[in-house]
C-alpha cells in the first residue's frame, strides 16, 4: 500500500518533469530559433514584432531624396524643427490634477509657442498614447518652429517633450509649382501588410517631377524618434526618447534644380495679385535655357489633390492658341523664303477681303512696312505673306524654331533610366492637323496664330532664346545635378541642343526678328513697356477662343529683356478671359522684367 502510494507520487513528479522540460523546450525554440522566423503576415520576425510591440514610434523621415533650387534652398524635403511629444510616465500623469492648480511656467510658455491655450496642451498632453508630432493649422504637417523657438523649447526641459528634426515635403500652402508634382499611397504589393504602427505607410510620386524621378526620390528607411512603453502605454520609467536611422551615407539623394525658388515665389505673388485665373508664366535664362521659374494657375496644394479639379495641371505644359505671337514664325518663314522684306510696303484698309479677316476693328492701318505691320500686329499684312507660302513652309519654320513638338530636357541611358526626361506632360503644340489640301484659306488663319495653331508657354519662350542664339534651339533644363547624402556627386546633368530635321532657321533672320521685336515696344502693341527700368523687346497676342462654346480670349505676351545684354526670355500665357478685357500680359510681362531687373540689382 505504501509503495503504491511512492509510486504514484513518483510518477506525479515525473510527469510533471516532463511538462517542465517540454516546456522549457518550447521556451528555449522560441527564443533561440523561432525569433528569427518571420510573423506570418508582416516582413518582421518575432523578436522584432515583440520589440515594436513595446515601443512607440514617430516617424521623422521617410527617407525620400530631396530637391533643391539652383541655390540649394529646399522645394521638397525641407528640414524644420518641431515639438514631439510623447506619452509620460505612470508616476507623472498622477501629478496632473496638482499641476493644473498650481503655476506650471514651462507648459503655460509652451502652450503661448504653439498657438494654443493651456488646458488644451494640458489635455492632449495627459491622453496621449502614441507620439504626437505637434500639428500645424496649415496643411498636413507638423507645427514648424522657429530655431528661437526651438531652443526655447528645449530649455524649458518638459518630461516627455523634445525639439526634433522633421523632413517636410511640403509646406502646405497653394502655389503655382505644378512641375514639382505630388505623391500618393503606393498600392501595397500582394501578402504585405502595412506597418504594425500605421506610420510607415509608403507613398510613390503621382505626377511632375515627383513622378519623373521617383526611382532617384525613393528611400532607403525611415527615421524615426521612440520610446519604451508599457502596456497601458505609459512610458517606461527612466526610458530616453530615442532616434533610429537607416545610417546610410549615400542617400537619401539630393536633386538640384534650376528654378529659383525665390523668383517663382514672388512671381506667383504677382500674377495673384493681379487677379490673374488661368494661364502660365515661364521665366528662362537666355544663355542656358534653364528653367528659372515656372507658374501654372490656379494654383494647387500637393497635400489637397483634387482629381475632378485640374489644379494640378502645369499649364505650361499644356498647348495653348497663340494668336499672334505666332506672328514671329510666319515673318521667319517669310523672310528665309525671301517673299518679303522688312521695307516692303503693305497696305491695310482695316479688312481683307478675303477669309473674313478683319484688321484694327476694321479702321485699317493705312500703308505700312513688314517691320511696321509687325509692331502693330496688322492681320492685313501676315494674311499677305500667309498667301505666298505653303503649308510645308510654315510648318518646317515653326518646326525649326521649337514649335509642335517636344523640347524639354532629356537624355538616353541616364542615371539607370533608359530615357530621362524630368518634364512629365509636355504637350507637343500643332500647326496644321493636316496639310492636305494645302488650302490658303488655312494658312491664313494659321499665319496669325488661329486656326489649329497651338503652343505651350514653355515653346513659347524658348522660341525667344532660340532667337537669340541664332537660331538654335536648346532643350529647357529643370533638373541639373545629383549629388548623394554626404554631398558626392552622382551625375551632372549639362545642357544641351534640341535640333529639328526641318534645320534652322539663318542667324541674320533671327536678328530681324529680335529688332522687330524692339519696335514692338517702342511704337506698336507693347508701348506701356517703356517705362521698364531694363528696356525690353518682346511681341503680344490676343487669340479667339470657345470654351463651353462661349467666345473667350488668350492674351500673350513674349520677349527678352534687357535687349542691350538679354538675359531673360519671358512668356506670359493668361487664358479663358472675356474678350475686350484689358491685356493682362503686358502689364504682368513689364512687372516680371521690373522685379527681375531689382533683384540683380540686389
Known sequence: MRNNKHRRVFSGLLILSAAVAVLILRL??????????????????????????????????????RLYDRKSEPLAGETIWT????????????????????????????????????????????????????????????????????????????????VLPFARRYDGNLSGRQWLGY???????????????????????????????????????????????????????????????????????????????KLQEEIEELALKSGMKEGAIVVLDTGTGDIEAMVSLPFYNPEKISPQGGEWNNRALQAAVPGSIFKIVTAAAALEAGVTSADELFYCSGQYEKYGLSCLKGKGHGPLTLVQGFAVSCNTVFAALAERLSGVQLQSTALALGLGRDISWQAEKTLGFPLLKPLSGEQKGTIFTTLLPDDKGARVQTAIGQRDVQVTPLQAANLIVTLLHGGEVRAPRILQRVTFANGQKLE??????????????????????????????????GTRLQSTYWPVAGKSGTAQTLVKGVARNNQWFIGYGPVDHPRYAVSVAVENVAPDSPHLAIKLFGQIFDLLSASSEA
Open 183 to 261: 505623391l500618393s499611397e503606393a498600392a501595397t504589393q500582394a501578402g504585405i501588410k502595412a506597418s504594425p504602427t500605421g506610420l510607415r505607410i509608403p507613398m510613390t510620386g503621382t505626377d511632375g517631377l515627383e513622378k519623373t524621378l521617383e526611382p532617384l526620390l525613393q528611400g532607403v528607411g525611415h527615421t524615426e524618434a521612440y520610446a519604451q512603453v508599457d502596456a497601458r502605454g505609459n512610458r517606461l520609467p527612466g526610458s530616453p526618447i530615442q532616434v533610429r536611422a537607416p545610417g546610410n551615407p549615400y542617400f537619401p539623394l539630393s536633386l538640384y534644380t534650376t528654378i529659383d525658388k
Open 492 to 525: 551632372e546633368l549639362p545642357g544641351h541642343l534640341s535640333p529639328s530635321s526641318a534645320g534652322k532657321i539663318s542667324e541674320s533672320t533671327a536678328r530681324q526678328l529680335l529688332s522687330m521685336m524692339r519696335k514692338v515696344v517702342t511704337e506698336g502693341t
Open 28 to 65: 528555449a525554440w522560441v527564443q533561440l530559433i523561432m525569433k528569427e522566423q518571420t510573423v506570418p503576415g508582416t516582413k518582421y520576425t518575432m523578436a522584432k514584432m515583440a520589440e515594436i510591440q513595446s515601443e512607440r514610434e514617430t516617424v521623422l523621415d521617410s527617407g525620400r531624396g
Open 83 to 162: 515639438a514631439a511629444f510623447f506619452p509620460q510616465e505612470e508616476k507623472a500623469k498622477k501629478s496632473v490634477t496638482k499641476v493644473v492648480y498650481e503655476e506650471d511656467k514651462p507648459m503655460h510658455r509652451l502652450a503661448e509657442i504653439l498657438g494654443v491655450s493651456y488646458e488644451q496642451l494640458l489635455n492632449k498632453r495627459s491622453s496621449l498614447k502614441e507620439p504626437l508630432l505637434w500639428p500645424s493649422s496649415v496643411g498636413k504637417g507638423p507645427l514648424a518652429l522657429t530655431p528661437a523657438q526651438a531652443e526655447e523649447v528645449s530649455a524649458l526641459g518638459i518630461d516627455g517633450v523634445s
